[in-house]
């Protein structure tokens, strides 16, 4: 998939939804405006991110994909259930 900001939108298809979401993801994790971003929040909006998106990885990734994809751990073999 071709990763073009340009093409996000949503609420039109759930395929659009995915890839635009996925690019929104790659866009966010881009270290200059992760840095710009992380100086102008609050504790408050921290903790509300952090909860929200944790509780996504929780529900979605075993252990073992949470080390290899978000970690970028090669493995752990304490990983290799499913997040409780």
């Known amino acids: ?3 073009d ?3 996000i ?3 039109l298809s759930e395929e659009l939804d995915r890839q635009s979401f996925a690019t929104f993801l790659w866009l966010s994790g ?3 405006f992760a840095e710009t971003l992380s100086s102008r929040v ?3 909006e921290i903790d ?3 909860t929200a998106f944790m509780a996504l990885i929780k529900k979605h990734l075993t252990k073992q994909e949470y080390h290899r ?3 970028l751990e ?3 073999p304490q990983a290799d259930t499913p997040q409780e």
């Open 48 to 50: 509300s991110h952090i």
């Open 74 to 76: 090669e493995h752990n």
């Open 42 to 44: 609050t504790s408050e």
């Open 69 to 71: 994809f978000f970690l």
């Open 30 to 32: 881009r270290p200059e």
């Open 1 to 3: 998939m071709k990763l």
């Open 9 to 11: 939108c949503f609420g």
């Open 5 to 7: 900001p340009d093409k």
